[in-house]
């Protein structure tokens, strides 16, 4: 059977969006054998307060550079789908484009925490996760209570890449160079940093819509 375009789903406020997303995102699609990575720039996480988020068409552009001449295209197409928790979005998705294979791409620090999520066990099931190691979060993450029901769906990386079609439930744990840079300390260093992405009027590449900057905040 033909297998559809793989593509891994990296979600996060990207605020703003850096290095770091870059490089682990390209390791992972190398690892896994992807054909393109989405980087989901949310609206709002539930998790996360709103004090100190960038606007979303700063947050888009942030992004849109750091994915320039990579198979890598952000999108803020949650803001279109309506969705707020990522069930809801790894779904509307699958729905959307049937043809494309999806995985959902994560760091530990998310893993450690990933108990906390909204149908998290149904997250497992709606498409293969992937897990890339970040410092000082691993000890917390194989620790963590979801880590304890995912563990017998760990599927090695080679294998997992081979495969003619995927399915889930199945887990694939990746690590590589540590790489310490972080969106808090960029924001700590310079809180002004969303000022040199005053474009308005944002087109998504995915979309091909114009971000709407009054929703997201």
Same mark, same amino acid.
């Given at each position: 059977?033909?297998?559809?375009?793989?593509?891994?789903?990296l979600g /996060? &406020? @990207?605020?703003?969006?850096?290095? $770091?997303?870059?490089?682990?995102?390209?390791?992972?699609?190398?690892?896994? /054998? +992807?054909?393109?990575?989405?980087?989901?720039?949310?609206?709002?996480?539930? +998790?996360?307060?709103?004090? $100190?988020?960038?606007? +979303? &068409?700063? !947050?888009? =552009?942030?992004?849109?550079?750091?994915?320039?001449?990579?198979?890598?295209?952000?999108?803020?197409?949650?803001?279109?789908?309506?969705?707020? @928790?990522? +069930?809801?979005?790894?779904?509307?998705?699958? !729905?959307?484009?049937?043809?494309?294979?999806?995985?959902?791409?994560?760091?530990?620090?998310?893993?450690? =925490?990933?108990?906390?999520?909204?149908?998290?066990?149904d997250?497992? !099931?709606?498409?293969?996760?992937?897990?890339?190691?970040?410092? /000082?979060?691993?000890?917390?993450?194989?620790? &963590?209570?979801?880590?304890?029901?995912?563990?017998?769906?760990?599927?090695?990386?080679?294998?997992?890449?081979?495969?003619?079609?995927?399915?889930?439930?199945?887990?694939?744990?990746?690590? @590589?160079?540590?790489?310490?840079?972080?969106?808090?300390?960029?924001?700590?260093?310079?809180?002004?940093?969303?000022?040199?992405?005053?474009?308005?009027?944002?087109?998504?590449?995915?979309?091909?819509? !114009?971000?709407?900057?009054?929703?997201?905040?």
């Open positions: 059977m033909q297998r559809g375009l793989r593509t891994g789903l /996060g &406020s @990207f605020n703003p969006a850096h290095g $770091g997303h870059r490089r682990i995102t390209l390791f992972t699609m190398d690892a896994l /054998g +992807l054909d393109e990575a989405w980087w989901l720039v949310s609206p709002g996480n539930p +998790l996360k307060p709103r004090k $100190g988020m960038a606007p +979303l &068409s700063a !947050r888009v =552009q942030s992004a849109q550079k750091q994915a320039r001449r990579a198979r890598i295209v952000p999108t803020a197409i949650e803001q279109q789908l309506g969705t707020r @928790f990522t +069930l809801d979005t790894l779904r509307a998705l699958k !729905r959307r484009y049937p043809k494309r294979e999806f995985i959902w791409l994560m760091g530990s620090d998310n893993l450690a =925490q990933f108990h906390r999520w909204k149908a998290w066990r997250i497992v !099931r709606t498409m293969p996760i992937a897990v890339i190691a970040r410092p /000082g979060y691993t000890g917390q993450a194989m620790a &963590s209570p979801a880590m304890a029901w995912l563990r017998r769906y760990r599927v090695p990386a080679a294998s997992f890449q081979k495969r003619g079609r995927w399915s889930a439930p199945a887990l694939v744990l990746l690590r @590589f160079d540590p790489d310490t840079r972080s969106a808090t300390a960029i924001r700590r260093a310079n809180a002004d940093w969303a000022e040199q992405y005053s474009q308005t009027g944002v087109r998504d590449r995915l979309t091909f819509r !114009r971000i709407q900057t009054s929703e997201g905040v």
